[in-house]
């Protein structure tokens, strides 16, 4: 009887950040590694692959490069091989598009002989005697299960999205996340009255997406409760804090710490991008000149706390708005929804729940290499917003954790990683004494 085969890492689900770790760990000798997702393919949040819309992070921030910029998995080798490498060096922009972004990490899944599509995690068990996972996956195509032996596994399946409580009782076809966006615009546009939430740059895209056909909507709203519609820090100190120091730096402060100062950095991660405000000006500024009746707002401070929906389908929204203490209706044919995503725990980890260490907020609690057990062999992949910083969710952090996972499972240093690269000092100066 053959031997089954006990693997190294095991990753269930395959977005950029599985899949960054599936191309750092590919071509390591004796690192035996495989992944699994329930979608039947790879594509990157398709319901906002919109036309012209772009990354909030650089090119160089890939899959790989920052921990291996030598990879064939790299962004410029992709382009080298599509034969776009001189066009894209002559168009000078850093910024790439969503949608090459997303068929850069399908040539990436098309290299990796190790990444598996339609295959959904039931269930995942462990031998203490062993020390060995057992992990059950099944085949959506045909519903066989397979089980499957690693000594490691990483948790990439992502974030559900995160819907108002009283939203929840009316999604429908004229309620919908900003997750699903591109599949329902055509319904939600023959409403004619459309109404997003949000403030953040998906609320923004489509807003601006919807700007741009000025004949297919008789009324546009965008409500935010922030105090204003804020820019993306770019700036160059601002981007020091998307580094491994200051990550080392934020890990060390207590829970209270970290929560009070995550409630302050969502320009930092949560912004706009300020050449998206620019053109959302702009195209509001045209409109006004060709359509000057056409209703379209943008409103800040206001939160949705009610929804009732007529006989005649129309959605009534109850808004309190922040500083003026004051409630106020707003009526509306369709309603989009880009409040973000919220972590889950989920269900196939519960017959290893004993082993996960969980904060007393009831979320992991991640340490500093990433895993969530006591024993270093269970990692999480965007989950350690909470332990780590703003940084978890930057593509561009994603090949930095990678290298901390894969060096921790290896028990050496395979991905050098760099140190001291802020000018700013996050702490107290070391040739300073603390008092």
Known sequence: MKKQTIHDIIGIGIGPFNLGLAALAYNIPNLKCIFFDKQREFNWHAGMLLDGTTLQVPFYADLVTLADPTSQFSYLNFLHKKQRLFRFAFHENNFVGRKEYNEYCRWVVSKLTNVFFGMQCQAIHYNKSTRIYSVTIKDNG????????????????????????????????????SSDYLAAKGKLLANKKITIIGSGQSAA????????????????????????????????????????????????????????????QNALFKGINFSLITDIYDALYAI??????KKIGLYTNSELQHISQHEDQQLILDFFHGELDKHFIHSTNSLILATGYKQIIPDFLQPVKELIRFNEDGLYDVQKNY??????????????????????????????????????????ERFKIEKNIAFQTFGVPKHDIEQ
């Open 205 to 264: 895209e489509i807003f601006y997406d919807i700007l741009q056909q000025p004949n297919q909507f008789d009324e546009l709203h965008l409500f935010s409760r922030s105090e204003r519609f804020f820019p993306m820090d770019y700036s160059k100190l601002a981007l020091e804090m998307t580094s491994p120091d200051y990550i080392d730096y934020f890990f060390e402060l207590s829970g209270d710490k970290k929560k009070k100062i995550l409630g302050k």
């Open 142 to 177: 045909s519903g066989s299960t397979i089980t499957y032996k690693t000594k490691h596994v990483v948790i990439g399946v992502g974030n559900l999205p995160d819907i108002p409580a009283c939203a929840l009782p009316l999604v429908n076809k004229n309620i919908i996340h």
């Open 371 to 412: 895993s969530i057990d006591k024993h270093n062999s269970i990692f999480v992949q965007n989950a350690e917003l909470h332990t780590h910083g703003f940084n978890a969710p930057d593509l561009g952090m994603g090949p930095y954790r990678n290298a901390v996972i894969v060096n921790t499972i290896l028990g050496k």
């Open 288 to 293: 006004r000149l060709t359509h000057p009746l």
